[in-house]
């Protein structure tokens, strides 16, 4: 055998066992993630939409059929809020540009029409700028607000106000709750609604 092959063949072997434990690891590491970003989504529910303790995500047909008009274009799935059997609100997970790239978040509206909370799930805003849009105290403006027209932030004659530096940023985060919100509205899901 000449050494060129024996050295070909070792590494072939080196390379299949690598390739037989990396498999083996993500196996197991990647149910371990998928129920971790389960639970983080479960917890990061109960946050925007507080008073709902059970939560049932709406069949991809279902969102599909809301999400056909382009204005629900950034909305991916939807879920109902319901505490003792009662409806309280939905949650939808919507992602819409910023300026790094997608923001995915969840947004709770309340069967009352209002927003009751917004929870930041992932996203690639300039740190110290962009990412801003993780702030508490920034989201917090957006507790309460109806549906009764498109929020927009200060820049734009709206009521939001807009991260400094980070406008492009604070638009998406903007677009997405009036998404969520829009869809509460019209869809029906929570009861009037024009589907």
Not at 131 to 160: C, R, Y
Request: net charge positive; with cysteine.
């Amino acid at each position: 055998m000449g050494k060129t092959l024996k050295l070909g063949v070792i590494l072939l072997l080196v390379c299949a066992v690598s390739a037989g434990v990396l498999s083996s690891v993500y196996s197991v590491t990647s149910k371990i993630i998928g129920a971790r970003k389960a639970e983080e989504q479960a917890r990061s529910m109960q946050i925007v939409l507080p008073q709902a303790t059970d939560f049932n995500a709406l069949s991809p047909e279902e969102v599909a059929r809301f999400t056909a008009d382009p204005k629900f274009a950034e909305i991916d799935a939807i879920y109902t809020g319901a505490a003792n059997g009662q409806v309280l609100g939905i949650v939808a997970r919507v992602r819409p540009a910023g300026y790094g790239g997608p923001i995915t978040m969840l947004v709770g509206i309340g069967a009352d029409m209002t927003v009751k909370g917004l929870q930041v799930m992932s996203h690639s805003e300039t740190p110290g700028l962009g990412s801003e849009i993780t702030n508490k105290s920034w989201q917090e403006q957006f507790i309460g607000k109806g549906a009764s027209g498109p929020l927009a932030v200060n820049k734009d004659g709206g009521e939001i106000t807009a991260i400094s530096s980070a406008t492009i940023s604070s638009r998406a985060v903007v677009r997405g709750v009036n998404a969520a919100r829009e869809l509460a509205r019209t869809s029906g899901i929570l009861g009037g609604g024009s589907r």
